[in-house]
């Protein structure tokens, strides 16, 4: 059996480099003071010797963990099935990996998660976080504005405890998305022209519904369902307003999943799409809008820009002044609508 190379300490650093244990310190931590011939030396000497900073001895100096939480207030099978959350994780991935930190997934299955990710945050284990998907009455915020770290939040802030005056967040335009796609089915000369909504205790589900009323004005109270942003949502409000107003000729759904669901049950009812109806989704999530039948018009959002964007204004620190940024949406025309 071989035996466990030892792992090079600080230091055999020193002494290889020659300098004193205090400068490879300051050189492997970041620090300055270090005139540049010596941090040559010491990086020459940790690539020969192969040295890893212990990354719990380093947090003790820098008092940084290198490790940002991502909060989903989602359970597990929502965040695994719906693609949203694969593109927004992969954006805020990619900025922390080029910046060296590591992303601690943390997801809320219900409210003794909710604790628990408060006390893991206010534990110190982190540098900071960010938190998407909550919901109106989530106490996340409420938790993580007393565990004290910095903090950037995708979604409008829409809580009711105070803590959403001046936070920092990344949204997108969703009422002036969901305008341009009533207004495009409008301009198709549809009448009577309806709405899945997403679940209304979060305000992307909120303000896509204002966008579809500045629209449509004071339209009938049976041509708005509240779904959920699943495609068995848009499955149930679709037969719904089937039952309610059969002379419906266009939809317009919350997100391209609930757009999926409503095209099948049209689909089942024998309404051809767009002829009968017309029907616009919200996201543009390619794996799910150009393989519905038919391929589907929506309203893009940029998913992966907010996750890269978020991660960006966190790594910034507290000097930087943005508090809200909210991104343009663009409709994209396809053969739904």
């Given at each position: 059996m071989s035996e466990t190379v030892p792992r090079p300490t600080l230091e055999a650093v020193a002494a290889r480099a020659g300098v004193s244990r205090a400068t490879v310190s300051r050189v492997v931590n970041g620090g300055d003071g270090v005139?540049?011939?010596?941090?040559?030396?010491?990086?020459?000497?940790?690539?020969?010797?192969?040295?890893?900073?212990?990354?719990?001895?380093?947090?003790?100096v820098t008092r940084r963990h290198d490790a940002i939480a991502v909060v989903v207030a989602e359970p597990e099978t929502r965040v695994f099935a719906d693609p949203?959350?694969?593109?927004?994780?992969?954006?805020?991935?990619?900025?922390?990996?080029?910046?060296?930190?590591q992303l601690v997934l943390l997801l809320t299955e219900g409210r003794d998660d909710h604790a628990r990710v408060g006390r893991y945050l206010a534990g110190g284990h982190v540098d900071g976080a960010l938190v998407f998907s909550l919901h109106l009455d989530d106490p996340l915020p409420g938790l993580i504005q007393r565990?004290?770290?910095?903090?950037?939040?995708?979604g409008r802030p829409g809580w009711r405890d105070g803590t959403g005056d001046d936070v920092v967040y990344v949204d997108s335009d969703n009422r002036g998305g969901a305008r341009d796609a009533v207004r495009h089915l409008v301009g198709l000369g549809r009448s009577r022209v309806a709405h899945i909504t997403g679940a209304l205790d979060q305000t992307s589900a909120v303000d896509r519904l204002e966008g579809f009323r500045d629209v449509m004005g004071d339209v009938d109270a049976r041509l708005v369902v509240e779904g959920d942003f699943t495609p068995a949502g848009g499955e149930r409000a679709m037969r719904a307003l089937l039952d309610r107003c059969p002379d419906i000729d266009a939809v317009f759904a919350a997100n391209d999943l609930t757009a999926s669901g409503a095209l099948r049950v049209l689909r089942e009812h024998g309404r051809r799409v767009p002829d009968d109806v017309a029907v616009i989704g919200f996201d543009?999530?390619?794996?799910?809008?150009?393989?519905?039948?038919?391929?589907?018009?929506?309203i893009r959002q940029d998913i992966e820009e907010m996750g890269r964007l978020m991660a960006r204004l966190l790594l910034k620190g507290p000097g930087d002044a943005t508090s809200g940024v909210v991104l343009p949406t663009t409709l994209v025309r396809r053969a739904s609508a």
């Amino acid at each position: 059996m071989s035996e466990t190379v030892p792992r090079p300490t600080l230091e055999a650093v020193a002494a290889r480099a020659g300098v004193s244990r205090a400068t490879v310190s300051r050189v492997v931590n970041g620090g300055d003071g270090v005139r540049e011939p010596l941090v040559e030396r010491v990086r020459r000497a940790v690539e020969e010797l192969g040295y890893v900073p212990n990354q719990a001895a380093r947090s003790l100096v820098t008092r940084r963990h290198d490790a940002i939480a991502v909060v989903v207030a989602e359970p597990e099978t929502r965040v695994f099935a719906d693609p949203f959350f694969a593109l927004q994780l992969r954006g805020i991935s990619k900025e922390l990996t080029a910046h060296d930190n590591q992303l601690v997934l943390l997801l809320t299955e219900g409210r003794d998660d909710h604790a628990r990710v408060g006390r893991y945050l206010a534990g110190g284990h982190v540098d900071g976080a960010l938190v998407f998907s909550l919901h109106l009455d989530d106490p996340l915020p409420g938790l993580i504005q007393r565990a004290g770290i910095p903090t950037v939040f995708g979604g409008r802030p829409g809580w009711r405890d105070g803590t959403g005056d001046d936070v920092v967040y990344v949204d997108s335009d969703n009422r002036g998305g969901a305008r341009d796609a009533v207004r495009h089915l409008v301009g198709l000369g549809r009448s009577r022209v309806a709405h899945i909504t997403g679940a209304l205790d979060q305000t992307s589900a909120v303000d896509r519904l204002e966008g579809f009323r500045d629209v449509m004005g004071d339209v009938d109270a049976r041509l708005v369902v509240e779904g959920d942003f699943t495609p068995a949502g848009g499955e149930r409000a679709m037969r719904a307003l089937l039952d309610r107003c059969p002379d419906i000729d266009a939809v317009f759904a919350a997100n391209d999943l609930t757009a999926s669901g409503a095209l099948r049950v049209l689909r089942e009812h024998g309404r051809r799409v767009p002829d009968d109806v017309a029907v616009i989704g919200f996201d543009d999530m390619l794996p799910i809008a150009e393989q519905t039948d038919p391929p589907l018009t929506t309203i893009r959002q940029d998913i992966e820009e907010m996750g890269r964007l978020m991660a960006r204004l966190l790594l910034k620190g507290p000097g930087d002044a943005t508090s809200g940024v909210v991104l343009p949406t663009t409709l994209v025309r396809r053969a739904s609508a």
